[in-house]
């Protein structure tokens, strides 16, 4: 069995996740890692047992034995970051929202089909064992025709106009850190929805991004998708899908959910029954042992989160973001 040998590009708390999970695997490796402080390098290094440190994102480009490189910096850095990596053939996992737009999007594809080098947008849902229950569930036809999805999002996070949640100038607010769930699912169940199709609202915050914002997706054949994201309170962080047979719950929280209930029409009457589906550590090494076999496979995109899926994604959140008229520089 080959072990990889992952870089990580940003020291904030995702990569720490990311780095405690990779330790579950047995072919992974934390290899090295860059930040914007040769000290905070050091430390992350000297914690997790990477071998190379670098003070300076392009830096780890120079790393010997780089098999493929976690991006976990701030959203406006991705596109930046990604293509740094790509133009230098070297793979990349990168954190979601994958770019700011779906020009830096496209850019970004571009660069790993021109180069062909693997890309990844690290859509960690996909690959939570409740997660791609759900999607057996609905294969078998357990809750018949689905026909309605509505999921939500939110935590209260107190206010600093400097953080990464409320600093306009780092992609902040609510749609793009959480909102892009709700909308990943709905992208997952009933394909990308037509433009005419997507109806949005926002409240704001005084640094200029949302603070919540609720939004629906039409689709042919009497479907909906209803979706809610907030950093203003603690929600129910939950998910429901509406079958023309019974519905699917994903419990809190939804997005990396270790239980469903399904329940079962018959007439008025239902039957409810629970479904268990613990796992280790924080659900980031599923979409880690995935890349791993994708490149051992030799492939340059996901068949589960695959370029046409992000695509639509970046198109979705960019239309969400004109309705409710959220923009960045």
Known sequence: MKTFNWGIIGMGRIARKFADDLKLLPNARLHAVASTSQERADAFA???GASHAYGKYEDIIHCPDLDVVYVATPHVLHCENTLLCLNNGIPVLCEKPFAMNIAQT?????????????LMEALWTLFIPGVVKVFDLLESGAIGHLHTVKA????????DPASRVYNKSLGAG????????????????FGQPQREDIYAMATFTQTDVDESCAFMFRYPDKRLMLGHCTI????SLTATL????????LHPRWHHTPKL????YNGREETKYDLDLPYEGHGYHYEAKHVMLCLENEQLESDIASHELTLGLAETLDAIRDEIGLVYE
């Open 106 to 118: 496209r850019a970004m594809i571009d660069a790993a089909r021109k180069n062909r080098v693997f």
């Open 152 to 159: 939500d999002l939110g935590f209260n996070m107190p206010f």
């Open 261 to 264: 209930t399904v329940s079962t």
């Open 242 to 249: 509406y079958g023309s047979e019974g519905s699917i719950h």
């Open 174 to 189: 609510a749609l793009l850190d959480l909102g892009i769930y709700p909308t990943l699912l709905s992208l997952a169940l």
């Open 46 to 48: 000297t914690e997790y």
């Open 232 to 235: 203003s309170a603690n929600t």
